[in-house]
């Protein structure tokens, strides 16, 4: 057990487009204090899009953290904070795929830095693709490419996927729906 450890105080930092920077100051329990980071965040959805054979369909898209692009599953954040992970997932899989499904499936809920972050991501499977129509926000450019597990599992564990909302959802997957058969 870490002991009673209580903030004393939140300042914020910054704010942008998709977190809040705070400055928190914490007091523990022999009296010492620190300072500690802290970055909100309002929530994502994002969804394993399974197509009728079984393949995945994944998004590329550059990601500015790691200047490069990454190979992904769809997600984005909540449009508000307290919007149902479900509806995200649905709208962020026909915005960037291009398909719509009214089979969506919790897999689930990850938390991807807990060390100074509290975004929360809520992962579901869609199944019963139809066709829609691509609709991505300004700015954003992603291309769709279908694939299959075992394709996917292979960029896991050769390292050319690192996204970790992706893996774990993928991983997931494969123990929930595929081994389970």
Request: glycine residues 6%; contains cysteine.
């Amino acid at each position: 057990m870490s002991g009673e450890i209580r903030r004393i105080k939140r300042e914020l930092a910054y704010t942008g487009t998709v977190v809040e920077v705070y400055k928190d100051y914490m007091e523990f329990e022999d009296g010492k204090t620190a300072e500690w980071d802290y970055i909100h965040h309002n929530g994502a959805a994002a969804v394993v899009p399974v197509l009728d054979d079984g393949r995945i369909l994944m998004v590329t898209q550059y990601r500015n953290a790691l200047e490069r692009d990454t190979l992904e599953i769809p997600a984005g954040k909540l449009d508000e904070p307290g919007e149902p992970g479900i509806e995200c997932s649905k709208r962020e899989l026909e915005e960037e795929t291009g398909y719509r499904s009214d089979n969506l499936e919790w897999l689930l809920t990850l938390r991807t830095t807990v060390a100074f972050c509290n975004e929360r991501i809520e992962i579901y499977v869609a199944k019963n693709l139809k066709p829609s129509k691509q609709n991505l926000d300004e700015g954003e450019y992603v291309t769709v490419k279908a694939y299959t597990l075992e394709e996917l599992k292979k960029k896991i564990y050769t390292g050319e996927m690192e996204d970790s909302k992706t893996i774990a959802a993928i991983l997931a997957y494969e123990d929930k729906y595929v081994k389970q058969k």
